[in-house]
């Protein structure tokens, strides 16, 4: 049992979000200078300032400052919290606000933290990102609501698909994780590491279809046929 309590800093991550011509996309912006993770795209986000700050002040003070714009409390919403660990070893709690609605012109605010600033479709997301942004874009993008993200010493700070240690921990009445075992394991293996699972099961006995979001973007249908004779004609008319 541990001697003492143990004390996490609390980030805040905005996720500015506009209807593109080609679907959703986020503002993201570039760290730049002598600064942690300089060259890496992140979501706009600081720090909880203090015992005087709560988490949705503190938000609206990020906003303001990184990028210009005024944000009303009442259109703050909710995303995703993620329990993070840097390959350093220190730990913290990141929480991700969405924000669809603002007054001004998102703009470089920090010239000597940040060198650009941009709009990005979540299917298109900029490299090199910080791998910690990343887990919590990932979260949201599958649905979830809560995220560990704990790397390893001599992990990178940005991400790498190759060491992606998210982990998405499902909210109340989430009972869909889509396939289970050498199925989901398969999928994975064919794909890449999928965010998101939806039940698209036909109304018939024994009928199993999900649709699979992948972390890079994309969508995938996997599907457990009745037996080896459907499976066998379907994959057959699929060839074709």
């Given at each position: 049992m541990s001697g003492g309590?143990?004390?996490?800093?609390?980030?805040?991550?905005?996720?500015?979000?506009?209807?593109g011509e080609r679907g959703p996309e986020v503002?993201?912006?570039r760290r730049a200078g002598g600064v942690y993770a300089s060259g890496l795209w992140r979501l706009p986000s600081g720090h909880v300032d203090g015992a005087f700050e709560d988490i949705v002040i503190a938000l609206l003070r990020e906003a303001l400052e990184e990028t210009g714009i005024v944000v009303d409390?009442?259109?703050?919403?909710?995303?995703?919290?993620?329990?993070?660990?840097?390959?350093?070893?220190?730990a913290r709690i990141g929480v991700f606000f969405e924000v669809r609605?603002?007054?001004?012109?998102?703009?470089?605010?920090e010239p000597e933290v940040c060198?650009?600033?941009?709009?990005?479709a979540f299917d298109k997301l900029p490299e090199p990102m910080v791998a910690y942004?990343?887990?919590?874009?990932?979260?949201?993008r599958a649905g979830a609501r809560m995220g560990v993200h704990?790397?390893?010493?001599?992990?990178?700070?940005?991400?790498?698909?190759?060491?992606?240690?998210?982990?998405?921990?499902?909210?109340?009445?989430?009972?869909d994780t889509g396939p289970d075992g050498a199925v989901?394991?398969?999928?994975?293996?064919?794909?890449?590491?999928?965010?998101?699972?939806?039940?698209?099961?036909?109304?018939?006995?024994?009928?199993?279809?999900?649709?699979?979001?992948?972390?890079?973007?994309?969508?995938?249908?996997?599907?457990?046929?009745?037996?080896?004779?459907?499976?066998?004609?379907e994959a057959a008319a699929l060839r074709g």
């Amino acid at each position: 049992m541990s001697g003492g309590r143990h004390m996490l800093p609390v980030d805040v991550h905005l996720l500015v979000v506009r209807d593109g011509e080609r679907g959703p996309e986020v503002l993201l912006s570039r760290r730049a200078g002598g600064v942690y993770a300089s060259g890496l795209w992140r979501l706009p986000s600081g720090h909880v300032d203090g015992a005087f700050e709560d988490i949705v002040i503190a938000l609206l003070r990020e906003a303001l400052e990184e990028t210009g714009i005024v944000v009303d409390p009442a259109d703050v919403r909710s995303a995703v919290t993620v329990h993070h660990r840097s390959p350093a070893g220190g730990a913290r709690i990141g929480v991700f606000f969405e924000v669809r609605r603002w007054r001004g012109t998102p703009q470089v605010m920090e010239p000597e933290v940040c060198d650009a600033m941009g709009w990005f479709a979540f299917d298109k997301l900029p490299e090199p990102m910080v791998a910690y942004c990343r887990a919590g874009l990932d979260a949201y993008r599958a649905g979830a609501r809560m995220g560990v993200h704990f790397q390893e010493p001599g992990d990178p700070i940005a991400y790498d698909p190759a060491l992606d240690r998210t982990l998405l921990i499902p909210g109340p009445g989430s009972h869909d994780t889509g396939p289970d075992g050498a199925v989901g394991d398969f999928a994975e293996r064919a794909v890449g590491r999928i965010t998101g699972w939806t039940d698209v099961s036909w109304a018939r006995q024994e009928s199993r279809v999900w649709r699979a979001h992948r972390a890079e973007g994309g969508e995938w249908y996997v599907k457990v046929h009745q037996n080896q004779r459907f499976h066998q004609r379907e994959a057959a008319a699929l060839r074709g």
